[in-house]
């Protein structure tokens, strides 16, 4: 089965800089990829994902790339904000499935 | 983004006792829903995949007459804590896949005592 990689564990930034979050994956069967923000006690929330045909997608803020090579994909968040603290999840879902296969989460606190 | 609703989001039970949660697609139906364990400062682990009008299909580890799922409909499913013990405490969700996406429900942060 699939086996979906999150680095780090946790994160410290200072607010207004930048934040990446790298994942990695195993199965090259895999061709989508969302990443969630979950804050203490809510449930994950879809934030951006991106699916094998790109390489990279940006929604204001944040933005996902994807390199189906090294299957790895990271997300970046750029001017970061102390709202932005909260647990990030990547995930990994290929045609054949239905579920997605969560990585071990990130921990992000951006200090004001 | 598409809806799904889950309740109780918390609930205290005595040992012993079962208890049912709920996970419903408001705006869509949803042949599928997922059940997830969580941990405290853990991700998100699959229990099983919930499937209308058939049986759920389990995780290995994961005791099916212990955590009894029924999806009845195309926007409902449930599942239902058996006999619960404190070490089945924990926080649980539901998803459910439309448009190539997956949402999740509120969450139940189950307590056994």
């Known amino acids: 089965g699939e086996n979906v990689e999150q680095h780090p564990s946790t994160l410290s930034v200072q607010e207004g800089d930048s934040a990446v979050i790298k994942c990695t994956y195993s199965d090259s069967a895999s061709n989508y990829f969302p990443w969630y923000k979950q804050e203490l006690g809510k449930r994950p929330q879809l934030i951006i994902d991106?699916?094998?045909?790109?390489g990279e997608k940006k929604d204001q803020r944040i933005a996902v790339t994807l390199n189906k090579t090294a299957k790895h994909f990271s997300l970046h968040i750029t001017e970061t904000q102390p709202e932005d603290s909260a647990v990030y999840f990547c995930a990994a879902k290929h045609s054949g499935a239905n579920n997605l296969f969560f990585g071990t989460g990130t921990r992000l606190t951006v200090i004001p | 983004g598409a809806v799904v609703s889950q309740h109780p989001s918390r609930v205290i039970c005595k040992s012993g006792t079962s208890v049912k949660i709920e996970c419903r697609s408001l705006?869509?139906?949803?042949?599928?829903m997922f059940w997830y364990r969580q941990f405290p400062k853990q991700s998100l682990m699959l229990m099983a995949t919930?499937?209308?009008?058939?049986?759920?299909?389990?995780e290995q580890g994961v005791e099916k007459d212990k955590f009894l799922i029924n999806h009845a409909s195309l926007t409902l499913s449930t599942l239902t804590v058996t006999s619960a013990h404190p070490e089945d405490s924990s926080f649980y969700i539901c998803?459910?896949?439309?448009?190539?996406?997956?949402?999740f429900g509120q969450g139940t942060r189950l307590t056994v005592v």
């Open positions: 919930s499937n209308e009008g058939s049986k759920a299909t389990y």
């Open positions: 705006d869509f139906q949803a042949t599928t």
């Open positions: 998803s459910a896949n439309t448009g190539g996406s997956a949402f």
């Open positions: 991106i699916r094998s045909n790109v």
